[in-house]
């Protein structure tokens, strides 16, 4: 569906921030519409219980992730600790951690249901 649409000239972003969600659509198509339908059907058809191995595998690298915080550079680390003091709001990596070590696939189908 992405791959088509981006040859078509069609984007699509999903990002998130303290505010929401926010979806942008864009591209010069008169079939931008008929794009936007699809997207949000995906989105709202979502079921992560359905990929479990990928489940865990995304959990297993964010965790890495946050493991490896204290390899980062020391502007890295800085802009971090920024955040966190400038940001609300805005969670510490202890926090991530034990967040992580309890979510569970339900949870983010339960979220997803919530959200769409």
């Known amino acids: 569906l992405l791959y088509d649409a981006q040859i078509a000239g069609l984007v699509f972003q999903l990002n998130s921030s303290a505010r929401g969600i926010r ?3 864009g591209g010069y198509d008169d079939r931008l519409v008929d794009f936007a339908r699809a997207v949000m059907g995906a989105l709202v058809a979502f079921d992560p219980s359905v990929d479990a191995a990928r489940f865990s595998a995304q959990c297993d690298v964010l965790g890495r992730e946050l493991e490896s915080f204290t390899s980062q550079q020391p502007f890295q680390q800085a802009g971090y600790w920024t955040g966190l003091a400038t940001a609300r709001p805005d969670f510490s ?4 951690k034990e967040a992580l070590a309890n979510v569970k696939i339900a949870d983010i189908g339960a979220f997803a249901n919530r959200l769409w």
């Open 23 to 25: 979806l942008f659509f």
């Open 93 to 96: 990596l202890q926090q991530l």
